[in-house]
């Protein structure tokens, strides 16, 4: 390497003389050692013209200055004078201007004066040599006599260095210079032009100039090259190789534009010529000629002489940045081959089976096909070295050592896999000895146990079995240990504690069998040779059927004593069975236990499952956040980033690390907690089911999150990272991982479910799983709310989310006494609701267009109906689907129809549960402000036959429905659903209890309640009547007082084309309406009886056809407990057979709500005789016991 760098010195030194010698001779061709001074830095005082160099020559080759008529001669200042005779006389070359210079000075139309002084002042100044000076003198006759007598009276005044000659004429001037080197002014031929003479040497000089400064530049970026240092990474080499490569083309363009600009001189010089080929050059012409070429072979040196340079700068650039790269891969590759190696030494198991040895074989090999890649780098790496090294890189001494090192390190890589190779070669060698000899073992267990016991009775019996075992053992020479020492002697590298005792165990085992054979072989044998003597037959007593017909009681005995383990197991099942049969018992388990076992088996599996999917998906989530979301803010990887992902993290990723901090310190610890009992798992998800609403803020994100994936998808960024994580699956897909498994978790919960019935934890599992579809409809709400627009308020003042979906909706609005319909269509409208606790909201679906979540809908609000002054009817005549919503007193009637008679019923039921809420927190606040006005205010005046005793009834009452648990119970049973009278068959009026009623339709208004929960029965004072409303001043339990419905500002316009005509399906509720339309002031809960029940029960109330009756209270199947006003007496009457009694001018005022906007027709037919009044108007004035209702009214 330092022999390579003094090359490198050599080689700028070498470049640095050549350009230096460029710069010299350029100015000694441009003679500026003599003259500094150039055409462009006098242009001026050349142009005026009061001398020039015509190109002409006298006769012995002296150059010719001619100074032409020019009357203001005397006034051209010295130091200009000067500054054009210099330059003049450095023109010609050298060798010419040692010569001498011919003045040639014409004043043919001057003075004699203006010739003296001229004559006079050039004679004084001129720089140069002279060789002789021809003046024209005045061609005027004084003026040429009055010269002639001066000159010749004045000649000592002349005296110069060379002769000065008077000249009369100009063919006197011809004889003394040849007319050819004469201009046209002095009679002679020669072509000039001063301005194209000045146009040249301006050319000609900033040319030279050029091919200076180039030579120049060219020596201090020579330099400059020379003394850069090599970085030591790829990055930086790279980038110092591309500036370096950058400047030199800048320079090479320099010196092309030089060249050109000096064969554009040299064309110009060479015009003549092209014009007339037969026209010749003069020798200031041929001159400057020369000197461009010159100049041009200067230029020529100059960019051979850097190119020189550059090309070894080049080189070493070029082999700094192959070095780099070698060492860049070098690193890599040895970090490859030290992880392998540390892999491979934690390969220590040389297994416990033969299975097992041949499953590690197959990991070996596996590992060493996955290791090729690497140790294949390597040894290319080493060649691509050695390459190097042969094309004479000059860091020989640092890629060397390399090689070598790679090569030893794939070499030590290749033994260690082959010790490891050759160690389980050795083990399954081991393990397949071990388990043959196992084999021969259970197989001559066997072969003992399948002995016929007697058969061997009979010397050829016992010659067969003994040749069975004979034969058996000659086997033994190929499959059993025979010395224990030299097994251990041979497998020494590979045994293990546990293995040498497992090898110690098979050889006890195998000797044991020995023995047992050689046991049953010397029995054989000794019967195969005892003499068979004739016996005579004798019949076998009864007791010896029981007995073993085997006589030798010493094999028998050997036989089971010494019998192996394997044999033991494989009869064991069948001599249970044996021994169960023999007792008269079955022999099978209890399948109901058989039964349990199945299922825990299963539950466990669906536990394994759980774990290892949590234990996977954290994984994931830990990968995606060191891998993606940490690479981010790494400042190598900034330059891959785009500017649309720059602080965005938290838009792409989320809240995903508090997901992932969640999950893998807290859920999944808690998680392994129950791996033994998974039919408890239940209790983890319910302990930690408020964290799990981390999910929903993450399912919020992720619209914005996929839109900003698709817009920066391509990002090199993202490719590195997955590149290094090695991952098949881009990041979009591990952006959809939580959303995945927020989803399986109530798959998994069902399948423990079902196989945890009857089990203790089936009860937490079923609210598990309850809870978790209850997010996950959270989160499917939220996702839906958030795309609300166009709403003013906080969505979050409205309670919490209910529920949503999408309907057809039909409206119909009343104003005052008269029903007005919107627009006569029966197009409905499709609109989108979403019921808060609070509120419900219309809304409309706009379809967006895009991809993935940008395709989600978007919902415009159109208006909300508050719920304190909702009701609904559940069933519309002709469409089991429809529904009505009513809002204040029916003022405003919505139809809404659900895709599903099911859907419908869970929104009928929804509401109602939020009406009930609603009417039970009404209740209970009208109940509290009750028992307060009960102490603090005076009794009302007497209105009942005995007052005293139904006001103390009424507080008593009212303290005891404050204490006891159970009145809210039976208020709910009987009034929780308060509903308007309706006229007919149709406005019978249903109870709670009876979901099933024959009724068409049921309402629960909350308005009605609201306005009456504060009015008596019968008339009171002024007072009383103020104090009246006070007790009712705050109907809201949740504070909405004077909320009324809102609507979005553009409905109207928008909503022109949607409303609809709902005159057809509401035929019934229409004619129910328009039948009280009138009914401004009905006396509350007073109605006419107007048909008869013919068939009553025993709690009957006996009416009459026009009787007075007020509700009390109402009943199941459509009957009603009233008090008879004539009579006084009470019981129950059908509610079909009443009519809402018209008020009269003594009956009590109408009270109205003062959140409603209906006034006094609030407490019509429709909304205000229902248990909304009944039931707390008794309770204000004194709570009657509840009545048995008749058993077949």
Not at 870 to 889: H, L, M, P, Q, S
Request: hydrophobic letters at 35%.
């Amino acid at each position: 390497m330092r022999f390579w760098l003094r090359n490198e010195e050599m080689a700028l030194e070498e470049m640095v003389q050549r350009l230096h010698a460029v710069s010299k001779r350029t100015d000694e061709i441009m003679h500026q050692d003599i003259s500094p001074l150039c055409a462009a830095d006098i242009q001026d005082q050349l142009q005026k013209c009061f001398a020039y160099l015509s190109g002409g020559r006298g006769q012995d080759g002296s150059p010719v200055i001619t100074f032409p008529d020019y009357p203001a001669f005397g006034e051209v200042p010295d130091k200009e004078f000067q500054n054009v005779m210099t330059y003049l006389t450095s023109v010609p070359s050298l060798q010419d201007a040692g010569i001498g210079f011919i003045l040639v000075i014409d004043r043919r139309q001057d003075k004699w004066t203006s010739v003296k002084a001229s004559v006079l002042r050039i004679a004084a100044s001129f720089p140069a040599n002279l060789q002789l000076v021809l003046v024209l003198r005045p061609t005027g006759f004084f003026q040429r006599t009055l010269s002639d007598l001066a000159f010749r009276f004045n000649r000592d005044d002349f005296k110069m260095k060379v002769p000065v000659i008077m000249l009369s004429s100009v063919p006197e001037l011809h004889g003394y210079i040849d007319k050819s080197q004469l201009t046209e002014d002095l009679g002679g031929t020669l072509d000039y032009c001063h301005s194209r003479w000045l146009c040249h040497r301006t050319a000609i000089e900033s040319f030279a100039l050029t091919v200076k400064q180039t030579a120049q530049t060219l020596q201090v970026f020579g330099t400059e090259l020379a003394e850069t240092e090599l970085p030591n990474d790829v990055q930086s080499t790279s980038s110092v190789l591309f500036a370096h490569t950058e400047k030199r083309d800048r320079a090479k363009e320099d010196m092309r534009l030089a060249l050109d600009e000096g064969q554009s001189v040299l064309e110009s010089l060479r015009e003549p010529l092209a014009k007339s080929p037969e026209q010749s050059l003069n020798q200031d012409q041929l001159d400057s000629q020369t000197t461009v070429q010159r100049l041009l072979a200067q230029l020529n040196e100059t960019e051979a002489a850097f190119d020189e340079f550059w090309a070894k700068h080049q080189q070493k650039l070029e082999q700094c940045l192959q070095l780099r790269h070698f060492e860049q891969d070098f690193r890599e590759v040895k970090a490859a081959l030290d992880a392998l190696a540390q892999k491979i030494a934690t390969f220590t198991d040389v297994g416990n089976s033969l299975a097992h040895v041949e499953h590690l074989l197959k990991d070996l090999a596996s590992f060493e096909e996955k290791s090729s890649v690497a140790v294949g780098r390597a040894r290319a790496l080493s060649l691509e070295g050695e390459q190097l090294i042969s094309h004479k890189h000059y860091a020989v001494d640092s890629i060397r050592p390399k090689c070598h090192e790679l090569r030893h390190l794939c070499d030590q890589f290749a033994a260690d896999v082959g010790r490891r190779r050759a160690l389980l070669s050795q083990s399954l060698e081991l393990h397949g000895l071990l388990e043959a000899s196992m084999r021969w073992c259970d197989e001559g267990i066997y072969l003992l146990a399948s002995q016929p016991v007697d058969k061997c009775q009979s010397q050829d019996g016992a010659e067969a079995a003994l040749q069975e075992i004979e034969k058996f053992l000659e086997t033994g020479a190929e499959n059993k240990i025979r010395e224990l020492s030299r097994l251990y002697q041979d497998y020494e590298p590979i045994l293990t504690p546990e293995l040498r005792e497992h090898v110690q165990k098979v050889f006890q085992k195998q000797e044991s069998m020995e023995e047992m054979f050689h046991r049953r072989q010397a029995s054989l044998k000794k019967l195969a040779a005892k003499q068979t003597r004739p016996v005579q037959p004798v019949a076998p007593r009864p007791e010896a059927l029981t007995k073993s017909p085997c006589p030798s009681p010493g094999v028998r005995r050997g036989s089971e004593n010494h019998s192996s383990d394997g044999s033991a197991t494989r009869r064991g099942p069948y001599r249970r069975a044996k021994s169960e049969m023999s007792e008269g018992r079955p022999g099978r388990g209890s399948s109901t236990g058989d039964e349990e076992e199945s299922l825990a088996i299963l539950r466990r599996h669906v536990m394994n499952e759980l774990l290892d999917t949590e234990r996977v998906y954290v994984e994931e989530l830990l990968c995606v956040l060191e891998g993606y979301a940490a690479e981010m803010e790494n400042p190598l990887m900034t330059h891959l980033i785009s500017t649309g992902l720059h602080n965005k993290k938290d838009v792409l990723f989320g809240n995903m690390e508090e997901i992932y901090h969640f999950h893998n310190r807290i859920f999944l610890r808690e998680l392994e907690n129950y791996k033994d009992c998974p039919e408890l798992v239940g209790r983890c998800f319910l302990e930690r089911m408020e964290e799990f609403q981390v999910y929903e803020k993450y399912c919020q994100n992720k619209p914005r999150s996929e839109s900003l994936w698709r817009q920066c998808a391509d990002c090199p960024f993202f490719q590195e990272c997955q590149r290094k994580l090695d991952h098949k699956l881009s990041l979009d897909s591990y952006l959809l991982k939580p959303v995945q498994r927020i989803t399986k978790y109530q798959l998994l919960l069902k399948e423990m479910l079902k196989y945890s019935k009857n089990c203790e934890g089936a009860e937490d599992l079923q609210e598990a799983l309850s809870s978790i579809l209850g997010i996950l409809k959270a989160v499917n709400d939220s996702m839906h709310l958030i795309a609300i627009t166009g709403y003013e308020g906080n969505l979050s003042d409205l309670g919490k989310l209910l529920m949503q979906g999408s309907f057809s909706v039909w409206t119909d609005h009343k104003k005052g006494h008269a029903k007005v319909k919107d627009l006569a269509r029966f197009k409905p409208m499709q609109r989108h609701l979403f019921l808060h606790e609070k509120a419900v909201l219309f809304c409309k679906r706009r379809e967006e267009n895009g991809e993935g979540y940008e395709k989600a809908p978007s919902y415009s609000y159109k208006q909300s109906l508050n719920m304190t002054a909702v009701g609904i009817t559940e069933n519309v005549k002709g469409d089991a689907r429809k529904f009505e919503i009513w809002y204040n007193a029916r003022e405003e009637v919505y139809i809404v129809q659900a895709p599903t008679p099911e859907i419908k019923a869970a929104w009928v039921s929804e509401i109602r549960k939020v009406l009930t809420s609603q009417l039970q927190a009404c209740r209970e606040a009208s109940q509290h402000r009750a028992l307060e006005q009960s102490h603090s205010l005076p009794l009302p005046a007497p209105a009942s036959t005995s007052p005293s005793k139904g006001n103390t009834r009424n507080i008593k009452k009212l303290e005891e429905r404050k204490t006891d648990p159970l009145s809210l119970e039976g208020y709910v049973s009987s009034t929780s659903l308060p509903r308007p009278l309706e006229k007919g068959r149709d406005g019978a009026v249903t109870s709670s209890a009876s979901e099933s009623a024959a009724l068409a339709r049921k309402r629960f208004p909350l308005q009605g309640f609201a306005a009456l929960k504060g009015q008596k029965a019968s008339p009171t004072s002024p007072d009383k009547k103020a104090k009246r409303h006070q007790v009712k001043s705050d109907p809201t339990p949740f504070g909405l007082r004077g909320w009324s419905r809102t609507s979005h500002p553009s409905e109207a316009p928008e909503d022109n084309d949607g409303w609809s005509s709902a005159e057809e399906p509401i035929n019934s509720s229409d004619a129910e309406e328009e039948g009280g339309v009138g009914l401004r002031k009905l006396v509350p809960g007073k109605y006419t009886v107007t048909e008869l029940d013919e068939k009553g029960g025993p709690d009957a109330l006996a009416v009459r056809s026009g009787d007075e009756v007020e509700l009390v209270q109402e009943g199941d199947e459509g009957l009603w407990y009233v008090r008879n006003l004539t009579s006084g007496a009470e019981g129950w009457v059908p509610a079909r057979g009443l009519s809402s009694l018209l008020d009269r001018p003594g009956s009590a005022p109408s009270l109205s709500s003062p959140e409603s906007s209906a006034g006094s027709g609030l407490l019509s037919a429709s909304s205000s005789c229902s248990e909304s009044c009944g039931a707390p108007l008794a309770e204000l004035q004194g709570e009657r016991p509840r009545p048995q209702q008749p058993a077949d009214l």
